[in-house]
Each structure stands twice: as C-alpha cells, then as structure tokens.
T-cell receptor
Framework: DGGITQSPKYLFRKEGQNVTLSCEQN?????MYWYRQDPGQGLRLIYY???????QKGDIAEGYSVSREKKESFPLTVTSAQKNPTAFYLC????????????FGSGTQLSVL | AQTVTQSQPEMSVQEAETVTLSCTYD???????LFWYKQPPSRQMILVIR??????QNATENRFSVNFQKAAKSFSLKISDSQLGDTAMYFC?????????????FGKGTRLSVIA
C-alpha cells in the first residue's frame, strides 16, 4: 500500500544533541513538507521541497535542517540551535496540483531530556 | 501574507446534534482552494472536505458540509448528526490554485468534543 512513513514515533533529545527525524513516502510525490505542531499553535511550516535536490525555508526554519537527495525521502534534523524542540512533528507529501490533498505521516513526538 | 483564522479554540456538541466550526481567511486573490482537515486523538491528519473558490456550490461529504461565503471570506464547516468519532481537532487550510506545490496555510485549529 502506498503511504508516508515517519520514524521514530517518539524521540528524546539531550541538550546539545542533534537528532534526525525520518520521513519516507512511496506515493511518487514530488512535494514534501515538514510541519511543527504545538498546543494552540496549529501547524507551522518548517521546510518544504518541491523537487529532488531543492528545498525552501518555511516560517520557522531556524534551528532545523533538511535534505532531499531522493524523491522518496525528506529527513529533518533538529539541531542544538533549536532551543525549544519539544513538539509534535508532521511530515506530508502531495502530488502536483493545488487542489490535491496532503498525505500525512503519523508524526514524531520529540521531547527534551 | 495570506492568513487563516479559526476564532473558536474549543467547542462541544451533544451526540446527534449539529455543530458549525468557523474559519475566515485573508487574501486579495480571486481563485484558491480551501480545505478542512481533522486530527483525532490518534493524531493522524485526515482530509474532511475541500472547496474550490470559483465554484458557487458548497461542497458536501456525507454528514460534513461547508458554508462558503466568498465575499465575506468565510468557510465554515457544518457537522450534522454528530458522532463520538467526530471528536478531534479541526484545521482550516488555504492554497492558491496556481501555486503548484507551495505549502498550505493552516489555521490554529478548533478542538471539538462530542458528548454522549
């Protein structure tokens, strides 16, 4: 079955540590997105990629980095520069066309030890 | 910048009753798409319904329908015959039609509780 997979489901970060959240899709979608969800804040865009080897910053990119070396994969690294990383992270992908729906992964809950 | 506003952080409704969630947006464009997404306690995001701005007819999906008022820039979601499984966060979202794969803009969400 086609879908989008995020791992791990839960992740803990020590202070000063970089951690990487995985996002893989087998839907053959060109576009992929990372959103951060905090209580009462809705979904805020971190980074997005419309095509392999290209990506753009979203509204809250500081302290995060991404890569898009393969169409199927769009990992997100939360760096030590991100001082408040505790949040729920959602990855999504979409086929071409503005009216196409977003396909979401099941999310990763990141917490600080 | 385009913005989406959901003015009701929390709402509740009795089972089998009808509830309406509000959403307003700000844009100077004439053509765009609007969406409602649902996030149940499992946290899996699910598309509920979508509306194309150039279509005058309001979209409907089973018990879910929208009231799209283009001039007022309003896009409310009506849930009829509410069920316990409708308990979730609901997010309104917006995108331009010619924007290709640029991101959706989401509101902050409304937490809906359906009470037995």
């Amino acid at each position: 079955d086609g879908g989008i997979t995020q791992s791990p489901k839960y992740l803990f970060r020590k202070e000063g540590q970089n951690v990487t959240l995985s996002c893989e899709q087998n839907l053959n979608h060109d576009a992929m997105y990372w959103y951060r969800q905090d209580p009462g804040q809705g979904l805020r865009l971190i980074y997005y990629s419309q095509i392999v080897n290209d990506f753009q910053k979203g509204d809250i990119a500081e302290g995060y980095s991404v890569s898009r070396e393969k169409k199927e994969s769009f990992p997100l690294t939360v760096t030590s520069a991100q001082k408040n990383p505790t949040a729920f992270y959602l990855c999504a992908s979409k086929a071409g066309g503005a009216n196409e729906k977003l396909f979401f992964g099941s999310g990763t809950q990141l917490s600080v030890l | 910048a385009q913005t989406v506003t959901q003015s009701q952080p929390e709402m509740s409704v009795q089972e089998a009753e009808t509830v309406t969630l509000s959403c307003t947006y700000d844009t100077s464009e004439n053509n765009y798409y609007l969406f409602w997404y649902k996030q149940p306690p499992s946290r899996q995001m699910i598309l509920v319904i979508r509306q194309e701005a150039y279509k005058q007819q309001n979209a409907t999906e089973n018990r879910f329908s929208v009231n799209f008022q283009k001039a007022a820039k309003s896009f409310s979601l009506k849930i009829s015959d509410s069920q316990l499984g409708d308990t979730a966060m609901y997010f309104c979202a917006f995108i331009f039609p010619n924007s290709g794969n640029t991101p959706l803009v989401f509101g902050k969400g409304t937490r809906l509780s359906v009470i037995a």
